[in-house]
């Protein structure tokens, strides 16, 4: 990777000869940024409570859409995946927007630092988001929709939910700095992000399937974790190659 | 200041050489190098191609006649595939070069793909209908699967279109290019995945082909894969056209005239370079 | 060694050339003045200066090293005041200047001189967007320094700013600094008795490079018609 970002014109030059430079190391840049981050969503809490609320209030309109007081396996499955898809977009939507308004790129792309410190801590956030969420969703999901008992599946619901999450993130991250300096910014970021997390859904809806069965509930296939860890894998590589072209002005 | 329309007229010219120099105003750069030939192959091999599926290819037990369209439907399925693909690694050359040439070649191949995802959805869509009686069917993992790149690549003229500077539309497209390249197998797999083990295949492998249906299907690939190359040369040569055009009338139009008269637009512009109006050995474009 | 070495510098917009054929020389401790109308590409000279866009043509040289290979080995050493405070509404000055430290591997206590530079340890803890245009603009100065950058690049620095307060941030940003700086401005007079080297920009070319004790207040106002 060094060799070809040294004879490409890739995004300014070799990141990690600008650590060496002089300038901060990748962690503690993504320490700051953490820090930043969540600075700025204290303060605002635009993010993760418009998040969490929006998926119990889904919850009570799938109730009234779908007539069912109480669902079970693919259903219960489609239905909290469906829900926290859609609140994590409105994470998406939000993630870099202070950034693009107040000129937080330009005050970053000036510091001597590796870029991908960027992706990183974003996407570590959107994750925070989506960890946050899900505390909320999942208990709400329980309590109001969900038929068997949560307790028994819970280990095995929170891997593939990390593992979705994960993918989540990476997506979302990507996505979102693509469409934040776009015009159509809040109609992009979904636009983009749904047919990109269509494998997500399909992993994460069918392990979660068979956890959630009223009769013989089981653990999730492996085939469907393995399937969303490559999917994680494949992307968080691919953002992490392109992510410097999206900073650039 | 007047803009004089005649000079234009005589100089665009496609695969011919002006004898001898031509005085201030140029000759261009060859462009549509070629494309005769290939537009030839190509009326040739779907000639012949078409021929084969009527007259030689023989009527399938099961589905009888409708089966036929077998042979128009996957090499656009495979044609559009490798296009996305394709869109995706000349957009991997745009980024690295920073040449805009490369992302007026990368959106050529993603927008002549998503056509030809449109005729494979049309065309799967036919044959559902006629062997299942549904226009749609999700049993069949190609198809949905289809349906999900369809909806994501559609999105890529949208993308373009709300980026005003084009350096950065060109950059933004290149990252979404890669990504949806990546996207398209890794979506197929997923996919496949989530349907093999519940539904039987609807419409049927592509493996496993008797003699003469491999033979009429691979010639019809081989014209499905020479159209799409023959539609993306003539777009593309017909955007060089325009670009040297555009650079003449600013040529003739003289230092200080108004050059930002373009409109907001999806689709990559060349930049107009001093080679658009030179004198130049006939280097082709394309 | 020249702080800036700039050689027919391009840069386009679409079909637009937003700068074109740029050439200058600025040696270490000298002061360039940019005029020129809006939209002349005094913004965006000061963008590519800054490594915030690549060049599109020419040879770039920024404190000895060339753009945009190796725009990494400038970043840290040049600061960019521009129409944008590049700072965050919803953090305090002093919780913003403290992540651009982080960011620039510069101490803490860097943080609290500035702040006292720029007169604003007082109101240090109080949100930005709370603060008057003439506050955030002297937190942005600070911002700007904060690294002890080489260069200094300033767009319109004085705006929003009144008189006791530019008096206040001249030894970090003005002639007393010592540092190399690159100033557009709109105001002749002032500015002009700053500069070493004038650079007047029309429409993306430069109509006017020359020393400034051989520049004529007239000739700056001429570019504006």
Redesign the interface.
């Known amino acids: 990777m060094s060799a070809l970002a040294r004879e490409t014109p890739a995004p300014q030059g070799e990141p990690t000869e600008a650590a060496r430079a002089g300038g901060p190391g990748t962690l503690s840049v993504v320490g700051a940024l953490l820090r930043k981050e969540l600075l700025v969503e204290l303060r605002t809490l635009e993010s993760v409570p418009g998040m969490s609320l929006f998926a119990v209030t889904t919850f009570v309109v799938f109730h009234f859409a779908l007539n069912r007081s109480s669902v079970e396996g693919d259903l219960a499955a489609g239905i909290l995946w469906v829900t926290l898809l859609f609140a994590g977009i409105l994470g998406i939507n939000r993630l870099f927007v202070a950034d693009a308004d107040q000129g937080g790129f330009d005050g970053f792309l000036l510091a001597p630092v590796d870029r991908s410190a960027m992706l990183i801590a974003k996407a570590l956030t959107l994750l925070a988001y989506l960890v946050v969420l899900e505390l909320v969703a999942v208990p709400a999901f329980a309590l109001l929709l969900l038929g068997p008992p949560l307790g028994p599946a819970l280990p095995e619901l929170l891997v593939t939910l990390a593992l979705g999450d994960l993918g989540v993130a990476v997506i979302g991250t990507l996505v979102a700095a693509l469409a934040v300096r776009t015009r159509a910014r809040d109609l992009l970021g979904p636009l983009l992000a749904l047919p990109l997390l269509v494998p997500i859904v399909i992993g994460g809806a069918r392990a979660t399937s068979p956890l959630l069965a009223l009769t013989h509930p089981q653990g999730p296939a492996a085939r469907w974790l393995l399937t969303m860890g490559l999917y994680d894998l494949v992307f968080g590589l691919i953002a992490y190659a392109l992510f410097d072209f999206l900073l650039e002005d | 200041m007047e803009r004089s329309s005649r000079p234009e007229a005589g100089l665009i010219k496609t695969n011919r050489r002006a004898p001898g120099g031509t005085p201030t105003a140029s000759r261009p750069v060859a462009y549509g190098r070629g494309l005769r030939a290939l537009s030839i192959s190509t009326v040739v091999a779907m000639a012949l191609a078409l021929g084969l599926v009527f007259f030689y290819a023989p009527l399938e037990a099961e589905q009888g006649f409708l089966q036929k369209i077998f042979y128009v439907h996957v090499p656009l399925a495979i044609v559009a595939l490798c296009g996305f693909v394709l869109g995706g690694l000349l957009a991997i050359q745009h ?4 040449d805009p040439r490369w992302d007026m070649r990368s959106y050529v191949a993603i927008h002549m793909s998503l056509i030809f995802a449109v005729g494979t959805l049309i065309t799967g869509s036919i044959w559902a209908k006629g062997s299942w009686g549904h226009w749609w069917v999700w049993n069949e993992p190609t198809l949905v699967s289809f349906l ?2 369809f ?2 690549y559609a ?1 890529y003229q ?2 373009r279109f ?7 539309q060109a ?2 497209a ?3 290019a ?3 390249g ?2 398209v197998p ?2 197929f ?3 496949r ?2 349907t093999a083990y519940l539904h039987p295949r609807v419409l049927g492998s592509t493996s496993n082909l008797p003699g003469p249906m491999a033979l009429t299907f691979l010639v019809s690939l081989v014209a499905m894969a020479l159209l799409y190359a023959t539609l993306c040369k003539y777009e593309l040569t017909a955007k060089h056209a325009r670009a040297q055009v ?1 650079a003449l009338r600013r040529r003739l139009a003289g230092e ?1 005239a108004d ?2 008269s ?1 409109p907001r637009s999806a689709a990559p ?1 060349l ?2 370079t001093t080679a658009m109006t030179a004198h130049t050995a006939g280097r082709p474009g394309f | 060694m020249a702080a800036l070495q700039v050689e027919g510098l391009a840069r386009h917009y679409g079909e637009r050339e937003a700068l074109s054929d740029v050439s200058l020389s600025l040696a270490e401790g000298q002061t360039l003045v940019v005029f020129g109308p809006n939209g002349a590409g005094k913004t965006t000279l000061l963008r590519v200066l800054a490594t915030l866009l690549r060049p599109h043509a020419g040879q770039v040289r920024v404190l000895g090293s060339s753009l945009p290979q190796q725009a990494w080995a400038v970043r840290g050493r040049v600061g960019l005041l521009g129409h944008e405070p590049l700072l965050y509404r919803e953090l305090t000055a002093r919780e913003n200047l403290r992540f651009h430290a982080r960011l620039h591997g510069v101490a803490e206590e860097r943080v609290h001189e500035l702040l006292e530079a720029v007169a604003m340890s007082a109101r240090g803890g109080e949100p930005l967007r709370t603060l008057s245009r003439g506050m955030v603009q002297r937190v942005a100065v600070a911002r700007a320094v904060l690294h002890d950058p080489a260069l200094l690049l300033l767009d319109e620095p004085h705006s929003n700013l009144d008189p006791a307060a530019i008096e206040l941030v001249a030894p970090l940003i003005g002639a007393g600094s010592g540092r190399t700086r690159v100033i557009c401005s709109h105001d002749p007079t002032g500015a002009l008795a700053e500069a070493d080297v004038v650079l007047g920009l029309r429409a993306g070319r430069p109509a006017l490079l020359r020393a400034a004790g051989a520049v004529d207040p007239v000739e700056i106002t001429e570019l504006y018609r």
């Open positions: 980024l690295r070069t920073r999900i790149v909806l994501l999105t949208p993308l709300a980026i005003e500077d084009p350096e950065r950059r933004y290149s990252v979404f890669i990504t949806a990546a996207f890794m979506n797999i997923a996919v995945l989530s555009r200080g050059t930002t373009r512009a930049q107009p």
